[in-house]
């Protein structure tokens, strides 16, 4: 069965330190999407990165990165150098098929000045 | 959020009444599907179609009705509104499913009191 687990329901740092953002999943597929998507207090998803199982490069953007390691089922994500604008909650999802996404229940990262 | 609108963005409705939250998208996504999101739970699924004519139950189905007569057009029908269906909806939309951006609108938040 598909399941995403993201077991840090909150997080809070204070501004220019990092954090990384766990999620692990749950699939029998090789075939397979993940997703992140961001949440901000404005209530909007925001689509931050798509990447398929058979890419397991590690990917950065900005301050952020992603860690993808099929080996542990994980696809975590760091903020490098935080800002009080990357408070938000962030979403984790798998897709194994169509636009059938399965999500995680989320992690509210909290960002202090 | 290019491109996926939702409407309306708030909405209170009375136990028993039906209405229909509408979704379109203007860039000939095939794929198109119905999310909600409640807290503590992340979104999930409830229908979704990957054509016109085509529609299929997503994980929370009951007590919703959708159709899809055109590609742009993808309604989500509340039948007999319930408390139980207070939450906030989302539409998502995508060109090949997950193995592209599969992108949301900026959510509908209902009351059913």
């Known amino acids: 069965a598909q399941k995403v687990t993201q077991a840090q329901t909150e997080i809070s740092v204070v501004e220019k330190e990092d954090v990384t953002l766990d999620c692990v999943y749950e699939t029998r597929d090789t075939t397979y999407y993940l997703f992140w998507y961001k949440q901000p207090p404005s209530g909007e998803l925001v689509f931050l990165i798509r990447?398929?199982?058979?890419?397991?490069q590690n990917e950065i953007s900005g301050r952020y990165s992603w860690n993808f390691q099929k080996s542990t089922s994980s696809f975590n994500f760091t903020i490098t150098a935080s800002q009080v604008v990357d408070s938000a909650v962030y979403f984790c999802?798998?897709?194994?098929?169509?636009?059938?996404?399965?999500f995680g229940t989320g992690t509210r990262l909290q960002v202090f000045p | 959020n290019a491109g996926v609108t939702q409407t309306p963005k708030f909405q209170v409705l009375k136990t028993g009444q039906s209405m229909t939250l509408q979704c379109a998208q203007d860039?000939?996504?095939?794929?198109m599907s119905w999310y909600r999101q409640d807290p503590g739970m992340g979104l999930r699924l409830i229908h979704y179609s990957v054509g016109a004519g085509i529609t299929d139950q997503g994980e929370v189905p009951n007590g919703y009705n959708v159709s899809r007569s055109t590609t742009e057009d993808f309604p989500l029908r509340l039948l007999s509104a319930a408390p139980s269906q207070t939450s906030v909806y989302f539409c998502?939309?995508?060109?090949?499913?997950?193995?592209?951006?599969?992108?949301f609108g900026e959510g509908s938040w209902l009351t059913v009191v």
């Open positions: 999802a798998l897709s194994e098929e169509a636009d059938k996404l399965i």
């Open positions: 998502a939309s995508s060109s090949q499913g997950a193995r592209n951006t599969i992108y």
């Open positions: 860039m000939n996504h095939e794929y």
């Open positions: 990447r398929n199982s058979f890419d397991e």
